[in-house]
Protein backbone atom coordinates (compact mmCIF):
# COMPACT_ATOMS: atom_id res chain seq x y z
CA UNK A 1 0.00 0.00 0.00
CA UNK A 2 1.16 3.50 -0.81
CA UNK A 3 1.41 5.84 2.26
CA UNK A 4 3.65 8.40 2.07
CA UNK A 5 2.88 9.82 5.69
CA UNK A 6 6.39 10.25 8.10
CA UNK A 7 6.04 10.00 11.68
CA UNK A 8 7.55 13.51 12.13
CA UNK A 9 9.29 16.42 10.90
CA UNK A 10 12.68 15.19 12.53
CA UNK A 11 12.13 11.68 10.01
CA UNK A 12 10.91 13.65 7.24
CA UNK A 13 13.89 16.12 6.64
CA UNK A 14 16.52 12.75 8.06
CA UNK A 15 18.04 12.44 4.49
CA UNK A 16 18.87 16.11 3.53
CA UNK A 17 22.62 15.94 3.08
CA UNK A 18 25.64 18.58 3.12
CA UNK A 19 25.27 20.63 -0.42
CA UNK A 20 22.04 19.95 -1.07
CA UNK A 21 19.62 21.98 -3.33
CA UNK A 22 16.84 22.92 -1.03
CA UNK A 23 13.49 24.68 -2.21
CA UNK A 24 11.72 26.29 0.65
CA UNK A 25 8.15 27.24 0.21
CA UNK A 26 6.61 30.73 1.65
CA UNK A 27 6.12 33.89 0.68
CA UNK A 28 7.13 35.65 3.80
CA UNK A 29 5.73 34.32 6.48
CA UNK A 30 2.52 32.52 4.45
CA UNK A 31 3.40 29.01 3.33
CA UNK A 32 6.52 28.72 4.84
CA UNK A 33 7.32 25.07 6.57
CA UNK A 34 8.41 26.58 10.24
CA UNK A 35 8.51 23.13 11.42
CA UNK A 36 10.14 21.01 8.67
CA UNK A 37 13.27 24.11 8.70
CA UNK A 38 13.51 23.72 12.51
CA UNK A 39 14.10 19.86 12.37
CA UNK A 40 16.32 20.36 9.47
CA UNK A 41 17.98 22.92 11.78
CA UNK A 42 18.17 20.09 14.34
CA UNK A 43 19.32 17.58 11.48
CA UNK A 44 22.28 19.89 11.06
CA UNK A 45 23.02 19.74 6.61
CA UNK A 46 24.94 22.49 5.94
CA UNK A 47 26.79 24.02 2.74
CA UNK A 48 22.95 24.32 1.38
CA UNK A 49 21.63 26.22 -1.42
CA UNK A 50 18.31 26.99 -0.51
CA UNK A 51 15.41 28.53 -2.81
CA UNK A 52 13.17 30.78 -1.56
CA UNK A 53 11.43 34.21 -2.57
CA UNK A 54 12.69 36.21 0.73
CA UNK A 55 15.18 35.49 3.04
CA UNK A 56 12.84 34.96 6.66
CA UNK A 57 12.26 37.38 9.32
CA UNK A 58 13.88 37.40 12.79
CA UNK A 59 15.39 34.67 13.95
CA UNK A 60 13.15 31.60 13.40
CA UNK A 61 12.45 29.19 10.49
CA UNK A 62 14.33 30.16 7.32
CA UNK A 63 16.24 33.34 9.07
CA UNK A 64 17.46 30.59 11.56
CA UNK A 65 18.66 28.24 9.32
CA UNK A 66 20.40 31.70 7.49
CA UNK A 67 21.56 32.34 10.92
CA UNK A 68 23.14 28.98 11.95
CA UNK A 69 25.52 29.06 9.47
CA UNK A 70 24.04 26.24 7.31
CA UNK A 71 23.31 28.16 4.02
CA UNK A 72 25.79 29.51 1.58
CA UNK A 73 23.80 30.53 -1.27
CA UNK A 74 20.35 32.03 -1.74
CA UNK A 75 18.63 32.30 -4.67
CA UNK A 76 15.82 34.33 -4.43
CA UNK A 77 13.99 37.62 -5.88
CA UNK A 78 13.60 39.45 -2.55
CA UNK A 79 16.22 39.19 0.69
CA UNK A 80 15.40 42.26 2.51
CA UNK A 81 11.34 41.97 3.54
CA UNK A 82 10.72 43.39 6.96
CA UNK A 83 11.78 41.95 10.04
CA UNK A 84 15.16 40.41 8.00
CA UNK A 85 18.02 41.11 9.60
CA UNK A 86 19.96 37.92 9.55
CA UNK A 87 20.69 37.91 5.09
CA UNK A 88 21.66 41.25 5.29
CA UNK A 89 24.55 40.87 7.90
CA UNK A 90 25.78 37.55 6.12
CA UNK A 91 25.51 39.41 2.64
CA UNK A 92 27.31 42.73 3.68
CA UNK A 93 30.29 40.67 5.37
CA UNK A 94 30.52 38.05 2.63
CA UNK A 95 29.82 35.40 4.26
CA UNK A 96 26.88 34.26 1.96
CA UNK A 97 26.26 34.24 -1.63
CA UNK A 98 22.70 35.66 -3.55
CA UNK A 99 21.62 34.70 -6.57
CA UNK A 100 18.86 37.42 -7.13
CA UNK A 101 16.18 36.67 -9.63
CA UNK A 102 13.19 38.20 -11.05
CA UNK A 103 10.25 36.94 -9.00
CA UNK A 104 8.26 35.98 -12.23
CA UNK A 105 11.29 34.61 -13.57
CA UNK A 106 12.16 32.08 -10.63
CA UNK A 107 8.92 30.64 -10.60
CA UNK A 108 9.55 30.14 -14.35
CA UNK A 109 12.58 28.38 -14.01
CA UNK A 110 11.08 26.11 -11.30
CA UNK A 111 8.16 25.66 -13.45
CA UNK A 112 10.68 24.73 -16.13
CA UNK A 113 12.56 22.78 -14.14
CA UNK A 114 9.80 20.72 -13.06
CA UNK A 115 8.41 20.16 -15.75
CA UNK A 116 12.15 18.92 -17.42
CA UNK A 117 12.67 22.44 -19.75
CA UNK A 118 16.09 23.10 -19.50
CA UNK A 119 15.94 26.76 -20.67
CA UNK A 120 13.42 29.38 -21.98
CA UNK A 121 13.70 32.79 -22.86
CA UNK A 122 11.95 35.64 -21.10
CA UNK A 123 11.64 39.53 -21.77
CA UNK A 124 12.08 40.10 -17.96
CA UNK A 125 15.29 41.78 -17.29
CA UNK A 126 16.40 42.99 -20.87
CA UNK A 127 17.93 45.70 -20.77
CA UNK A 128 18.76 45.51 -16.98
CA UNK A 129 21.50 44.55 -15.12
CA UNK A 130 20.32 41.05 -14.33
CA UNK A 131 20.62 40.37 -17.97
CA UNK A 132 24.25 40.57 -17.55
CA UNK A 133 26.53 37.66 -19.12
CA UNK A 134 22.73 36.19 -20.42
CA UNK A 135 22.44 34.62 -23.67
CA UNK A 136 19.99 36.86 -25.44
CA UNK A 137 18.51 36.34 -28.98
CA UNK A 138 15.40 38.06 -30.69
CA UNK A 139 12.13 36.73 -31.38
CA UNK A 140 10.28 38.82 -33.70
CA UNK A 141 10.79 42.73 -33.03
CA UNK A 142 11.88 41.76 -29.14
CA UNK A 143 14.96 40.91 -27.29
CA UNK A 144 14.75 37.98 -25.25
CA UNK A 145 16.99 36.41 -22.44
CA UNK A 146 17.74 33.08 -21.57
CA UNK A 147 17.09 31.81 -18.50
CA UNK A 148 17.94 28.24 -17.38
CA UNK A 149 15.26 25.86 -15.48
CA UNK A 150 15.61 25.33 -11.88
CA UNK A 151 15.48 21.80 -9.84
CA UNK A 152 15.96 20.75 -6.60
CA UNK A 153 16.96 17.69 -4.40
CA UNK A 154 14.61 18.42 -1.75
CA UNK A 155 11.48 20.70 -1.41
CA UNK A 156 10.18 21.44 1.78
CA UNK A 157 6.70 22.95 1.67
CA UNK A 158 3.39 23.60 3.95
CA UNK A 159 -0.29 22.12 3.05
CA UNK A 160 -3.38 22.83 4.38
CA UNK A 161 -4.48 19.02 3.90
CA UNK A 162 -3.09 15.73 2.38
CA UNK A 163 -3.65 12.18 2.60
CA UNK A 164 -1.79 9.29 2.16
CA UNK A 165 -1.20 9.93 -1.98
CA UNK A 166 0.36 12.59 -0.95
CA UNK A 167 -2.35 14.69 -2.77
CA UNK A 168 -2.17 18.51 -1.10
CA UNK A 169 -4.86 21.21 -0.93
CA UNK A 170 -3.17 24.77 0.55
CA UNK A 171 -4.49 27.75 2.57
CA UNK A 172 -4.77 31.08 0.66
CA UNK A 173 -2.20 33.14 -0.71
CA UNK A 174 0.23 29.91 1.59
CA UNK A 175 -0.04 28.18 -2.29
CA UNK A 176 2.49 30.46 -3.57
CA UNK A 177 5.33 28.37 -4.71
CA UNK A 178 4.99 25.20 -3.37
CA UNK A 179 2.76 23.54 -6.09
CA UNK A 180 5.70 23.94 -8.74
CA UNK A 181 8.65 23.79 -5.99
CA UNK A 182 6.81 20.29 -5.16
CA UNK A 183 7.14 19.37 -9.01
CA UNK A 184 10.96 20.46 -9.70
CA UNK A 185 12.37 18.64 -6.19
CA UNK A 186 13.34 14.99 -6.68
CA UNK A 187 12.08 14.50 -3.19
CA UNK A 188 9.29 16.93 -1.80
CA UNK A 189 8.22 16.87 1.72
CA UNK A 190 5.59 18.37 2.89
CA UNK A 191 3.70 19.49 6.34
CA UNK A 192 0.12 19.73 6.56
CA UNK A 193 -2.12 20.78 9.46
CA UNK A 194 -4.68 17.94 8.26
CA UNK A 195 -4.17 14.26 7.10
CA UNK A 196 -7.28 13.20 5.71
CA UNK A 197 -8.45 9.56 3.95
CA UNK A 198 -7.64 9.18 0.32
CA UNK A 199 -11.28 10.51 -1.47
CA UNK A 200 -11.76 13.07 1.50
CA UNK A 201 -10.15 15.83 -0.71
CA UNK A 202 -11.97 16.22 -3.72
CA UNK A 203 -9.98 15.43 -7.11
CA UNK A 204 -11.25 18.61 -8.70
CA UNK A 205 -9.74 20.63 -6.12
CA UNK A 206 -6.47 18.72 -5.38
CA UNK A 207 -3.68 21.74 -6.29
CA UNK A 208 -0.73 19.13 -6.01
CA UNK A 209 -1.27 15.76 -7.32
CA UNK A 210 0.34 12.80 -5.06
CA UNK A 211 3.03 11.60 -7.62
CA UNK A 212 4.58 15.21 -7.20
CA UNK A 213 5.03 14.33 -3.16
CA UNK A 214 7.25 11.77 -1.38
CA UNK A 215 6.41 12.84 1.98
CA UNK A 216 3.65 14.05 4.55
CA UNK A 217 4.08 15.05 7.62
CA UNK A 218 1.54 16.09 10.02
CA UNK A 219 1.64 19.54 11.95
CA UNK A 220 -1.71 20.19 13.26
CA UNK A 221 -0.74 23.68 15.07
CA UNK A 222 1.89 25.08 12.94
CA UNK A 223 3.94 27.89 13.98
CA UNK A 224 4.28 31.32 12.25
CA UNK A 225 7.01 33.95 11.87
CA UNK A 226 5.36 37.23 13.05
CA UNK A 227 4.28 34.63 16.07
CA UNK A 228 7.32 33.69 16.65
CA UNK A 229 9.06 36.99 16.55
CA UNK A 230 6.76 38.88 19.22
CA UNK A 231 7.26 35.87 21.33
CA UNK A 232 11.34 36.90 21.07
CA UNK A 233 11.80 33.71 20.04
CA UNK A 234 15.37 33.03 18.53
CA UNK A 235 15.67 29.11 17.01
CA UNK A 236 17.11 26.33 18.09
CA UNK B 1 -4.79 69.84 7.13
CA UNK B 2 -2.64 72.29 4.44
CA UNK B 3 -4.87 75.18 3.04
CA UNK B 4 -6.28 74.40 -0.07
CA UNK B 5 -5.47 77.90 -1.51
CA UNK B 6 -1.57 77.65 -0.66
CA UNK B 7 -0.88 74.26 -0.95
CA UNK B 8 1.47 73.00 -3.63
CA UNK B 9 0.75 69.82 -5.48
CA UNK B 10 -0.98 67.22 -4.01
CA UNK B 11 -0.74 64.82 -1.00
CA UNK B 12 -0.10 60.96 -1.61
CA UNK B 13 -3.79 60.71 -0.78
CA UNK B 14 -5.14 63.08 -3.58
CA UNK B 15 -2.61 61.52 -5.72
CA UNK B 16 -4.00 58.15 -5.45
CA UNK B 17 -7.04 59.60 -6.09
CA UNK B 18 -6.11 61.20 -9.14
CA UNK B 19 -4.54 58.03 -10.55
CA UNK B 20 -7.95 56.15 -10.00
CA UNK B 21 -9.89 58.12 -11.94
CA UNK B 22 -7.90 56.96 -15.12
CA UNK B 23 -8.36 53.93 -14.50
CA UNK B 24 -11.03 52.26 -17.10
CA UNK B 25 -14.37 50.04 -15.66
CA UNK B 26 -13.22 46.19 -15.80
CA UNK B 27 -9.82 46.43 -15.46
CA UNK B 28 -7.57 43.85 -13.93
CA UNK B 29 -4.87 46.36 -12.37
CA UNK B 30 -2.07 45.38 -10.39
CA UNK B 31 -0.83 48.06 -7.64
CA UNK B 32 2.71 47.87 -6.57
CA UNK B 33 4.18 48.65 -3.28
CA UNK B 34 3.91 51.98 -0.95
CA UNK B 35 2.08 54.74 -2.36
CA UNK B 36 0.12 52.82 -5.31
CA UNK B 37 -1.41 50.68 -2.54
CA UNK B 38 -3.51 53.71 -1.60
CA UNK B 39 -5.14 53.97 -5.20
CA UNK B 40 -7.91 50.59 -4.22
CA UNK B 41 -9.55 53.13 -2.18
CA UNK B 42 -10.42 55.17 -4.17
CA UNK B 43 -12.29 53.61 -7.26
CA UNK B 44 -14.14 56.14 -8.47
CA UNK B 45 -18.39 55.09 -8.14
CA UNK B 46 -19.71 52.76 -10.70
CA UNK B 47 -16.60 51.29 -11.71
CA UNK B 48 -15.47 47.85 -11.15
CA UNK B 49 -11.70 46.73 -10.94
CA UNK B 50 -9.96 43.58 -10.26
CA UNK B 51 -7.16 44.12 -8.36
CA UNK B 52 -4.28 41.31 -8.37
CA UNK B 53 -1.32 40.74 -6.15
CA UNK B 54 1.63 38.66 -7.44
CA UNK B 55 1.63 36.51 -4.42
CA UNK B 56 -1.29 34.41 -5.68
CA UNK B 57 -4.86 36.54 -5.52
CA UNK B 58 -6.79 37.55 -8.24
CA UNK B 59 -9.77 39.56 -6.70
CA UNK B 60 -7.95 41.34 -3.74
CA UNK B 61 -10.39 43.40 -1.05
CA UNK B 62 -9.49 46.38 1.40
CA UNK B 63 -7.53 45.74 4.58
CA UNK B 64 -9.05 43.36 7.02
CA UNK B 65 -11.06 45.10 10.45
CA UNK B 66 -8.77 45.17 13.08
CA UNK B 67 -8.59 41.62 14.77
CA UNK B 68 -9.96 40.04 11.21
CA UNK B 69 -6.80 39.46 9.76
CA UNK B 70 -5.21 36.37 8.69
CA UNK B 71 -1.49 35.62 8.25
CA UNK B 72 -1.58 33.61 5.29
CA UNK B 73 -3.65 35.86 3.29
CA UNK B 74 -1.53 38.93 2.42
CA UNK B 75 -0.50 40.93 -0.02
CA UNK B 76 2.81 41.23 -2.18
CA UNK B 77 3.75 43.67 0.40
CA UNK B 78 2.83 41.19 2.75
CA UNK B 79 0.42 43.23 4.94
CA UNK B 80 -2.56 40.90 5.74
CA UNK B 81 -5.93 41.52 2.77
CA UNK B 82 -9.30 40.38 2.13
CA UNK B 83 -10.52 38.57 -0.88
CA UNK B 84 -13.60 39.73 -2.78
CA UNK B 85 -16.15 37.35 -3.23
CA UNK B 86 -15.30 35.83 -6.71
CA UNK B 87 -11.62 35.75 -5.90
CA UNK B 88 -9.42 33.27 -6.90
CA UNK B 89 -6.32 32.06 -5.66
CA UNK B 90 -3.01 30.29 -7.41
CA UNK B 91 0.60 29.50 -7.04
CA UNK B 92 3.01 31.66 -8.78
CA UNK B 93 3.82 30.43 -11.80
CA UNK B 94 -0.03 30.80 -12.86
CA UNK B 95 0.32 34.21 -11.05
CA UNK B 96 3.31 35.44 -13.41
CA UNK B 97 1.46 33.83 -16.38
CA UNK B 98 -1.32 36.76 -15.98
CA UNK B 99 1.66 39.36 -15.49
CA UNK B 100 4.27 38.24 -17.98
CA UNK B 101 1.84 36.58 -20.61
CA UNK B 102 0.28 40.22 -21.19
CA UNK B 103 -3.01 39.59 -19.14
CA UNK B 104 -3.01 42.57 -16.73
CA UNK B 105 -4.21 45.38 -18.24
CA UNK B 106 -2.39 48.20 -16.00
CA UNK B 107 -0.11 48.12 -13.31
CA UNK B 108 1.30 51.23 -11.21
CA UNK B 109 4.38 51.07 -9.63
CA UNK B 110 6.69 53.74 -7.80
CA UNK B 111 10.03 54.93 -9.12
CA UNK B 112 13.14 55.77 -7.39
CA UNK B 113 13.80 57.83 -11.09
CA UNK B 114 11.97 57.48 -14.64
CA UNK B 115 13.50 59.01 -17.84
CA UNK B 116 12.33 60.61 -20.37
CA UNK B 117 12.11 58.13 -22.79
CA UNK B 118 10.53 56.15 -20.03
CA UNK B 119 13.24 53.73 -18.38
CA UNK B 120 12.32 53.10 -15.02
CA UNK B 121 14.60 52.78 -12.07
CA UNK B 122 12.98 51.48 -8.94
CA UNK B 123 14.64 48.40 -7.40
CA UNK B 124 18.01 49.63 -6.42
CA UNK B 125 20.10 52.78 -5.64
CA UNK B 126 22.84 50.19 -6.74
CA UNK B 127 25.20 51.40 -3.68
CA UNK B 128 27.82 49.18 -2.43
CA UNK B 129 25.97 48.62 1.01
CA UNK B 130 22.41 47.89 -0.68
CA UNK B 131 21.09 44.63 -0.33
CA UNK B 132 19.49 44.33 -3.94
CA UNK B 133 15.82 42.96 -4.01
CA UNK B 134 14.20 43.07 -7.02
CA UNK B 135 10.52 41.34 -6.24
CA UNK B 136 8.28 41.06 -9.34
CA UNK B 137 9.05 44.89 -10.70
CA UNK B 138 11.28 43.61 -13.55
CA UNK B 139 8.13 41.44 -14.79
CA UNK B 140 5.72 43.65 -14.18
CA UNK B 141 7.11 46.05 -16.30
CA UNK B 142 8.02 43.24 -19.37
CA UNK B 143 4.87 42.16 -18.96
CA UNK B 144 1.95 44.21 -18.18
CA UNK B 145 0.19 45.98 -21.10
CA UNK B 146 0.08 49.68 -19.47
CA UNK B 147 2.71 50.96 -16.73
CA UNK B 148 2.18 53.76 -14.62
CA UNK B 149 4.27 55.66 -12.43
CA UNK B 150 3.11 57.24 -9.38
CA UNK B 151 5.78 59.23 -7.20
CA UNK B 152 6.80 62.49 -5.63
CA UNK B 153 8.13 64.79 -8.00
CA UNK B 154 11.72 65.11 -6.53
CA UNK B 155 13.62 62.98 -3.71
CA UNK B 156 13.90 64.04 -0.20
CA UNK B 157 16.99 65.98 -0.95
CA UNK B 158 14.90 68.28 -3.77
CA UNK B 159 16.82 65.88 -6.52
CA UNK B 160 14.59 65.32 -9.75
CA UNK B 161 13.08 61.70 -10.40
CA UNK B 162 12.58 62.58 -13.96
CA UNK B 163 15.38 62.69 -15.63
CA UNK B 164 17.21 62.24 -18.87
CA UNK B 165 18.30 59.29 -18.33
CA UNK B 166 18.39 57.33 -15.30
CA UNK B 167 21.33 56.50 -12.97
CA UNK B 168 19.92 54.34 -11.09
CA UNK B 169 19.87 50.36 -12.45
CA UNK B 170 17.03 49.66 -14.80
CA UNK B 171 14.06 47.82 -13.96
CA UNK B 172 13.67 47.67 -17.71
CA UNK B 173 13.80 50.28 -20.75
CA UNK B 174 11.12 52.44 -22.12
CA UNK B 175 8.22 50.70 -20.51
CA UNK B 176 6.38 53.80 -18.27
CA UNK B 177 3.42 55.56 -20.27
CA UNK B 178 2.24 57.90 -17.90
CA UNK B 179 3.67 59.72 -14.23
CA UNK B 180 1.62 61.03 -11.79
CA UNK B 181 3.20 63.57 -9.12
CA UNK B 182 2.45 65.45 -6.95
CA UNK B 183 3.19 68.34 -9.06
CA UNK B 184 1.84 67.45 -12.14
CA UNK B 185 0.45 64.47 -14.53
CA UNK B 186 3.21 63.52 -17.46
CA UNK B 187 3.17 61.78 -20.61
CA UNK B 188 5.89 59.52 -22.05
CA UNK B 189 6.55 60.41 -25.58
CA UNK B 190 8.77 60.30 -28.48
CA UNK B 191 9.45 64.35 -27.91
CA UNK B 192 9.89 64.05 -24.10
CA UNK B 193 8.19 64.71 -20.76
CA UNK B 194 4.77 65.70 -22.32
CA UNK B 195 2.77 68.18 -19.32
CA UNK B 196 -0.54 66.85 -19.37
CA UNK B 197 -2.06 68.69 -16.29
CA UNK B 198 -0.59 70.68 -13.28
CA UNK B 199 -1.61 70.39 -9.81
CA UNK B 200 -3.35 73.58 -7.91
CA UNK B 201 -1.37 76.31 -7.32
CA UNK B 202 1.60 74.61 -9.60
CA UNK B 203 2.96 76.37 -12.74
CA UNK B 204 5.09 74.70 -15.61
CA UNK B 205 8.21 77.02 -14.65
CA UNK B 206 7.46 75.36 -11.27
CA UNK B 207 7.50 71.59 -12.76
CA UNK B 208 10.61 72.46 -14.98
CA UNK B 209 12.93 73.63 -12.80
CA UNK B 210 12.13 70.71 -10.80
CA UNK B 211 12.44 68.15 -13.91
CA UNK B 212 16.08 67.09 -15.68
CA UNK B 213 15.19 66.51 -19.50
CA UNK B 214 12.54 68.38 -21.68
CA UNK B 215 8.80 68.90 -20.36
CA UNK B 216 6.71 69.67 -22.63
CA UNK B 217 3.54 72.09 -22.09
CA UNK B 218 0.12 71.27 -22.44
CA UNK B 219 -0.88 72.13 -26.00
CA UNK B 220 -3.49 74.69 -26.44
CA UNK B 221 -6.25 73.90 -28.25
Redesign the interface.
Known amino acids: MINKQVASAKDAVADIFDGATVMVGG ?5 SPIELLHALIDQGATNLTVVNNNTGSGEVGLAALIKAGRVAKMIC ?6 GSKV ?2 EL ?2 SGKIE ?1 E ?9 R ?2 AGGAGIPGFY ?9 ADGKEQRKFGDREYVLEHGLTADFAIIKGRAADRYGNVV ?11 MATAAKVTIVQVADFVEAGDLDPEVI ?1 TPGLFVQRVVTVPHPA ?1 E ?2 LNAQGVSYP | MSDPNTQIGLTREQMAKRVAIDIPDGSYVNLGIGIPELIAKYVPEGRELIYH ?5 LGMGPSPAEGEG ?5 NAG ?1 RQVT ?1 IPGAA ?5 D ?2 TM ?2 GGHIDLCVLGALQVSQNG ?1 LANWSTGGP ?1 A ?9 LV ?2 VKTIFVITQHVTKKGLPKLVKECTF ?5 AVVSRIYTDLAVIDVTPAGFQLVELSPNVTFEYVQERTEGTLLPIPKD
Open positions: FGEAGSYPRSVFPYRLLVPQGTLAEIRTATSVGTPLYNKTARNFAPIVFSQ | TENGLELELIKAYFHHASFIRDDIPAVGGAMDAGPLTGP
